[in-house]
C-alpha cells in the first residue's frame, strides 16, 4: 500500500510557477512508475507527466511539453513537477499517482494509488 499527498498548489498569475510536490509513504517508492494528471471542473481526468522507476525517461502532454519538468528524489520519497509559464487552460486539481508497471504510464488506468490532489488556480 502507497500512500500519495501532494502539496503547493495555489493561485498564480499567468506566466507565474509553481512546484508541485507529491510524497508517497512505505519504502519501495523506487519501484514505482510516478505520474502526474490534472482534472479541470467538467473534464476528464488528463495526463500532465510521468517519470519512470530510476528518473531517467520523462514524458509529458503535448499541452505541458517544454513548460513543465517532473522529477523524483527516491531519497525523500518525492515526486516534483515545476510548471513554469503558467497558463489560465492550466487551471485544475493536480494529481499525482503510481504505477507498479512501465506500460501505458499515459493513461490513468495504469496507475494502482492516488493522491488526493492539490489545487492549481492561473488567473490571466
Known amino acids: 500500500q502507497v500512500q500519495l499527498v501532494e502539496s503547493g498548489g495555489g493561485l498564480v498569475q499567468a506566466g507565474g510557477s509553481l512546484r508541485l510536490s507529491c510524497r508517497a509513504s512505505?519504502?519501495?517508492?523506487?519501484?514505482?512508475?510516478m505520474g502526474w494528471f490534472r482534472q479541470a471542473p467538467g473534464k476528464e481526468r488528463e495526463f500532465v507527466a510521468a517519470i519512470n522507476y530510476s528518473g531517467g525517461e520523462s514524458y509529458y502532454a503535448d499541452s505541458v511539453k517544454g513548460r513543465f519538468t517532473i522529477s523524483r528524489d527516491d531519497a525523500k520519497n518525492t515526486v516534483y513537477v515545476q510548471m513554469n509559464s503558467l497558463k489560465p487552460e492550466d487551471t485544475a486539481v493536480y494529481y499525482c499517482?503510481?504505477?507498479?508497471?512501465?506500460?501505458?504510464?499515459?493513461?490513468?488506468?495504469?496507475?494502482?494509488?492516488w493522491g488526493q490532489g492539490t489545487q492549481v488556480t492561473v488567473s490571466s
Open positions: 512505505g519504502r519501495t517508492f523506487s519501484s514505482y512508475v
Open positions: 499517482a503510481a504505477s507498479r508497471l512501465y506500460s501505458g504510464i499515459s493513461s490513468k488506468n495504469a496507475y494502482d494509488y
